[in-house]
């Protein structure tokens, strides 16, 4: 299949489309199905590539998945968990970040574990040391091989105490999966709290963990012998509602987003109103819609929750680029974010890239040459170009220039987006959009 889209813009995208558990989420409840002695089921589960991903290594060490890829369903039964061959786990490598979340099941099931090089979105240099550290301390034993980690637990993994020196997503989930099962109180300083943490925590609690999140980001987890398995619906994607609500605000458009829900997105919903977009919370979704007039630009810094997602900043940046005005962006969370501008510019945008910390406090990536702030001046009217998708949200930032922009654009690698935005193309369809593969018809 061509994997490429012609998308024909200048026109608003209006309906209604319907988003389903989120991928950052979904992926680690799966993970945790590990840890228990019995099956789990999984609601609201999304068709998109990573949770084929997660499938692919569950299955490999023995989880028998069952999927209703309609109905949203995943039954999760690892009664017969097993070591898989080195060879089969190689073939996952580069496939995605939830490989490392393995560790700690993996060591409390099997006693060992072989972890392949890890994919994901190129947004910065992503390391994996605060997750070493983690499991070291816990008492594991590891082996950076050519390939990959193997990784071994010489007897029980014993809880400890930790702080991180950032609120780290993945490493604050590496703790979680690790910890429910280790002999012992642990307890985490400098914690990541994201509503997707809080939820895998739901999770872990529904199987038998003992969980407690105090204030100031500490999270202390007193170990249990044994764990089993849960029925849980994943919340609602809060990263691909706020997509298509810039886009709905880029294009002048008005979605009605169903599956989004408000506590999760109050920092978004902040933003977009002081951006100039309207939205309505109705019981079951959110509708978000462009008011006509102006909007207005804004000066927002990325950070970790409850600040403003750094997975919302890509989406929203393209908006801005119609504000009239000078936007300040400063992200914070990765030092090369900012990669999908390129095309921007190409396509009329009028946005420059600092090193510098610009528009709030200095952050750890001042002062090291990454070129973590931008300056959009707007409005500029986007035209039509042939583009190639550099990752999953910057991908859609296209797409959603592409749908701004006159003209017809080629918008390439378009497959990279279904890592975490399901049927895109079906909902772009029922929102009115001009998209097809094939280059006759758009
Ligand atoms: N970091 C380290 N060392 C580590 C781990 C992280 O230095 O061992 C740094 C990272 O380089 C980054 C910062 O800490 O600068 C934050 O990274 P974090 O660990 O929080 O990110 P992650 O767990 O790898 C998840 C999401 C990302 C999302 C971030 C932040 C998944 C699979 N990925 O990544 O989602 O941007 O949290 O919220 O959950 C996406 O969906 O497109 C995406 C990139």
Redesign the pocket.
Known sequence: MNDLLYVGGGNPLNGTITVRGA???V??AMVASLLGESPSVLRNVPQIR?VGVVTGLLELHGVAVKSDPDAGILDLDPSNVESAHVADIDAHAGS???PILFCGPLLHRLGEAFIPDLG??R???????????ILRQFGAVVDKREGGIHIRAPRRLHGTKISL?????????QLLLTAVRAEGITELSNA?I?P?IMDLIAVLQKMGAIISVDTDRVIRIEGVDRLEGYTHTALGDR?EAASWASAALATGGDVTVKGATQPEMMTFLNTFRKVGGRFDVQDDGIRFWHPGGDLDPIVLETD??PGF???WQQPLVVALTQAKGLSIVHET???NRFGFTDALRGMGATIQVYKECLGGRDC?FGQRNFHHSVVVSGPTPLSAADIEVP???GGFSHLIAALAAKGTSTVRGISLID??YENFQDKLVALGADVSRDAGRS
């Open positions: 991928k950052n989420f992926s680690k990573d995605s970040r939830i994901g979105c947004i910065g240099d992503r390391p994996i040391n605060y997750h070493l550290d020196p950032y609120p780290s997503v993945g490493a604050t989930e990541a994201e997707e990263i970790v929750h997602m750094t997975d969370v990765y030092e750890r990752d999953l949200r890592r975490g």
